[in-house]
Structures are given as structure tokens and as C-alpha cells.
């Protein structure tokens, strides 16, 4: 990124301002909350590896979710452990914005592999006995190798409109990581057609996903209500913890961005809810998706010589 055009060389973060007179304190959540991410989902990569039980579509999916959700943590937390703990608020120019990239790309990524791993569910309980001839190898394959480089490429757009405006100053960025409409703010021109399209983006990237795996765990759940089995119940709970996870995640986005361009809501709320996004969505992923599965539980039985109880969150 050539930021030679630009006035601005670097940027400051202003982290989380109305929490810093407990900083030590909200490191140690932080970093609690990072390690348990980091581990729960290398754990989820590390027993799908091994056992062949879980080589199926589902867990190959869920691999990819865990991959992203460690992508999207590492890409925010280290810089914002260094804000809060050695109060280090300098990044350069292109870290910025490589940082916003990643940050973007990884989200539409994670967004189009929830809705592939709703589909996958879809075809699994609505036509179970053509599941292994549509969902093959190569379809998985095409799948998430097509979520990837579209969840990358949708952002380049909106991230060179940002690069081809002029930075001059101020350059304190009202947030704990370099937020794309933050950063875009601080540009010397009136930057309200590219937040506004920008938002329109965000909008449709964030809830064209969501009313798909909508209706995809919908028509799965009255399909499993109606069925009135022991197997059925089973099933009806796993789906409801799942879609609390989507729900979360999806609405929680759909704030963040709403909040942006409402422009009335304080720092610290703003950084509250993108907490909820790439923090708490990939600490529950692991629990919600993979320790309440019985496959994944006898995996880690196996290979780690954990005895692990069942986990319930629904009775």
C-alpha cells in the first residue's frame, strides 16, 4: 500500500477509552477469552485431522469456520492487547488498512460459510438419502474454495475507494482496530456516498446470508417438529443452539454497521458489539457446533483421554 500521497504516515488507536482505568483487568478477560478461542477451535482442526470418523462434509466445513474464527481473532486481538497493556496506539499506514482488509474479507468469508454449512445441514435432514450424492467431495471442494475467494475479493472495492482518498489529519482512530468507516471518517473529503455504498455492502453481505440460512433452519425445524421422534427432538436442539450462534453473530454485525451510520452511539458501545462478533461468536463456535456432538466428544476421548461429560444446553 503506497501511503507516500498521504499527510497521514500512521495511525493512533484510541482503544477502549471509557475502560483503560481498568486496563489490567480487561486484558486478563481478553486474553482469557482469546486463548480459549485459539484452543477450542485448534482443538476442533487438530481431532477432525486425526480421526477418520469425522472426515465427512460437515466436519470439513466446520474446519473452515474454526480456520476463520482464529483468522478473524488473531487479526484484531495482538494489536489490541498492545493498546490496552503497553498503551502502543501506532500503526503504520498500511497496517491499517491491511488490518481492515483482513478484517472485512474474513467476515464475508465466515458469512459464506455459515450459509454452506446451513445448506449441507439442509440436504443432510431434508433429503438424507440423496445427502452423499449431492454433497460430494468435489462440491465441498467448490464450495468453500468458492466462499474463499469471493469472501476475499467482495471487499476490494470498497477498500481502494478508501485508499484513493487523501489522509491529512486527525489521525486517532475512535476505535480499538482500524474499522473501516472509522478510518474512512479521518479522510480530508466528504466521505458520505462511500460509507453510505459501503453500508449497502455490508447490508447485503450480512443479511442476504442471514435470511437464507434463515429459511434453511426453518424449514428444518418444522421438518423435525413434525417428525416427533426421540432422534427428532435431538436434532430440534441441536439446530436451536445453532441458530442462536447465526443469530448472534448476524445481528450483532447488523448493529455495528447500523450504529455507524446512525452516528449517536459512544465508542465503547461500538467496541462492545464488535467484541460480541469476533470474540464471543468464535468462543461459542466450538462449544455450540462441536463439544455437544457426540462424534467430536468420543474424538477427543480417543486422542486426548479426556472423559467428557455431556454437555446440555436445552432440555
Known amino acids: 500500500l503506497d501511503a507516500t500521497q498521504h499527510n497521514v504516515k500512521e495511525f493512533l488507536l484510541a482503544g477502549i477509552p471509557g475502560l483503560q482505568a481498568h486496563q489490567n483487568l480487561l486484558f486478563i478477560a481478553l486474553l482469557l477469552a482469546y486463548l480459549a478461542v485459539m484452543v477450542g477451535?485448534?482443538?476442533?482442526?487438530?481431532?477432525?485431522?486425526?480421526?477418520?470418523r469425522l472426515h465427512t462434509p460437515m466436519y470439513f466445513f466446520l474446519c473452515h469456520l474454526s480456520l476463520l474464527d482464529i483468522l478473524i481473532t488473531t487479526t484484531i486481538l495482538p494489536k489490541m492487547f498492545a493498546v490496552i497493556l503497553l498503551e502502543d496506539r501506532i500503526i503504520s499506514?498500511?497496517?491499517?488498512?491491511?488490518?481492515?482488509?483482513?478484517?472485512?474479507?474474513?467476515?464475508?468469508?465466515e458469512n459464506l460459510i455459515l450459509i454452506v454449512m446451513a445448506y449441507?445441514?439442509?440436504i443432510a435432514i431434508m433429503k438424507p438419502l440423496h445427502y452423499h450424492l449431492i454433497i460430494n467431495g468435489k462440491l465441498c471442494v467448490l464450495l468453500t474454495v468458492g466462499a474463499w475467494v469471493l469472501g476475499y475479493l467482495t471487499p476490494f472495492v470498497p477498500l481502494i475507494n478508501a485508499l484513493s482518498l487523501t489522509y491529512c489529519g486527525p489521525n486517532t482512530v475512535a476505535f480499538c482496530y482500524c474499522d473501516y468507516p472509522t478510518v474512512v471518517s479521518l479522510a480530508c473529503a466528504d466521505v458520505t456516498d462511500i460509507i453510505s455504498m459501503?453500508?449497502?455492502?455490508?447490508m447485503c453481505i450480512v443479511n442476504i446470508p442471514l435470511l437464507l440460512i434463515l429459511f434453511s433452519y426453518l424449514k428444518r425445524i418444522l421438518n423435525i417438529y413434525f417428525m416427533n421422534t426421540e432422534d427428532s427432538k435431538k436434532a430440534f436442539s441441536t439446530c436451536?443452539?445453532?441458530?442462536?450462534?447465526?443469530?448472534?453473530?448476524?445481528?450483532?454485525?447488523?448493529?455495528?454497521?447500523?450504529?455507524?451510520m446512525i452516528g449517536n452511539i459512544s465508542a465503547d458501545a461500538r467496541v462492545i458489539i464488535g467484541v460480541f462478533i469476533y470474540l464471543l461468536t468464535p468462543l461459542l463456535n466450538p462449544i455450540i457446533y462441536s463439544l455437544r456432538n457426540k462424534q467430536i466428544k468420543q474424538a477427543a476421548e480417543k486422542y486426548l483421554d479426556l472423559p467428557l461429560?455431556?454437555?446440555?444446553?436445552?432440555?
Open 41 to 52: 477451535n485448534l482443538l476442533i482442526l487438530y481431532l477432525v485431522l486425526l480421526d477418520q
Open 93 to 109: 499506514f498500511s497496517g491499517c488498512f491491511l488490518q481492515m482488509y483482513l478484517v472485512l474479507a474474513i467476515g464475508c468469508t
Open 120 to 122: 449441507d445441514r439442509y
Open 198 to 202: 459501503a453500508f449497502i455492502i455490508a
Open 240 to 260: 436451536s443452539s445453532h441458530l442462536i450462534v447465526v443469530l448472534t453473530y448476524y445481528f450483532s454485525a447488523d448493529l455495528l454497521y447500523i450504529t455507524v
Open 309 to 315: 461429560r455431556p454437555i446440555t444446553f436445552f432440555h
